[in-house]
């Protein structure tokens, strides 16, 4: 059993950046693909980003390509997503979550374990 917990999400201004944490508790965080993903009232559950159980293979939803870094620390047992260049679109709750196939899926469905969750709220 893998317990998350979300940090550093906030207010800033379009075009600012933010990093989000993300830290594992239980479990061995190295054995698990990680996944970014985020979520608007009313709408679903979307991918945002995925790096394997090494950090050596990332992947990311077109939306937030060459604007957002997903990486990893298993030492730390955390796992980071920075966001540069903010846009109001980028607003939303955004959950890590750990798979443990560790094939950096974008699928919602093969993660097995969730965060509570961070608010990230950029204003325009």
């Known amino acids: 059993q893998v317990q998350l917990v979300e940090s550093g999400g906030g207010l800033v201004q379009a075009g600012g950046s933010l990093r989000l944490s993300c830290a594992a508790s239980?479990?061995?965080?190295?054995?698990?693909?990680m996944g970014w993903f985020r979520q608007v009232p009313r709408k679903e559950r979307e991918f945002v980003a995925t790096?394997?159980?090494?950090?050596?293979?990332?992947r990311y939803a077109e939306s937030v390509k060459g604007r957002f870094t997903i990486s990893r620390d298993n030492a730390k047992k955390t796992v980071y997503l920075q966001m540069n260049s903010l846009k109001s679109d980028d607003t939303a709750v955004y959950y890590c979550?750990?798979?443990?196939?560790?094939?950096?899926?974008?699928?919602?469905?093969?993660?097995?374990?969730w965060g509570q969750g961070t608010q990230v709220t950029v204003s325009s």
């Open positions: 979550a750990a798979d443990s196939g560790g094939v950096v899926p974008t699928q919602i469905t093969l993660y097995d374990y």
């Open positions: 239980g479990g061995t965080f190295s054995s698990y693909a």
């Open positions: 790096i394997s159980r090494s950090g050596g293979v990332t």
